[in-house]
């Protein structure tokens, strides 16, 4: 046995060892430096998404739509020739930048986001109805109406965007980031705005 048990036999196994060894290691490497990029990935997705949601949880401050509704109502009766100029939409240039690798977030912020957009998207083809020439034609209690539609579609969409905001907070606190940028707006000033933008004719 000691005959067949060599130093170059030695020499060869160590060298075979060591060889595996370092593989091992660069391949546990390779994983976690995977890990950390598809993890910091993952939190940029996050924060940019939560930074435009919550950029149009601000554009849709409004104080009381209810009450802005029946002074548009108010406005319709003493003017036979008002209609609300409706303001249009900006894109989520994020969420469709990224929305192919949407898979990657954690599947607890995969199913707010998309409520939210879909119904985002479904409030920007309504806007451009009210945008449109045709809506000038019909009468004034039908323009009426779909005005107050538009505002409950408003309501469900900033329903649904602080849904997507709170587990966006709840998701990058976990992962040790802090949420900077607020979820929404307060203070009569950013609301009149908003309500001056929608309803001036």
């Known amino acids: 046995m000691q005959v067949w048990i060599g130093p170059a036999i030695v020499a060869a196994l160590v060298s075979a060892l060591v060889s595996a060894m370092g593989w091992f290691v660069t ?4 994983q976690r430096l995977e890990e950390r990029r598809r993890d910091e990935k993952v939190n940029d997705f996050q924060i940019a998404l ?53 898979h990657v977030l954690p599947e607890v912020v995969i199913s707010p986001i998309i409520h939210y957009s879909r119904m985002r998207q479904r409030l ?30 408003i309501d469900r969409v900033e ?20 949420p900077s940028i ?5 203070g009569t000033l950013a609301a009149s705005a908003s309500a001056e933008r929608m309803a001036s004719p």
């Open 27 to 30: 391949s546990w490497q390779t």
């Open 50 to 102: 939560r930074a435009e949601i919550a950029s149009d949880l601000l554009n849709m401050a409004v104080a009381d739509r209810r009450e802005f509704l029946e002074e548009v109502a108010e406005r319709y009766r003493a003017d036979a020739s008002y209609y609300p100029i409706v303001p249009m939409q900006s894109r989520n240039v994020v969420f469709d930048a990224i929305v192919k690798d949407i």
């Open 124 to 153: 920007e083809k309504f806007v451009d109805d009210l945008r449109s020439s045709d809506f000038r034609t019909i009468s004034a209690e039908r323009q009426l109406a779909m005005y107050a539609d538009y505002l409950e579609m």
């Open 159 to 178: 329903a649904l965007a602080r849904k997507a905001v709170q587990e966006l907070d709840t998701s990058l606190s976990s992962s040790g980031e802090v």
């Open 182 to 186: 607020p979820a929404s707006a307060s």
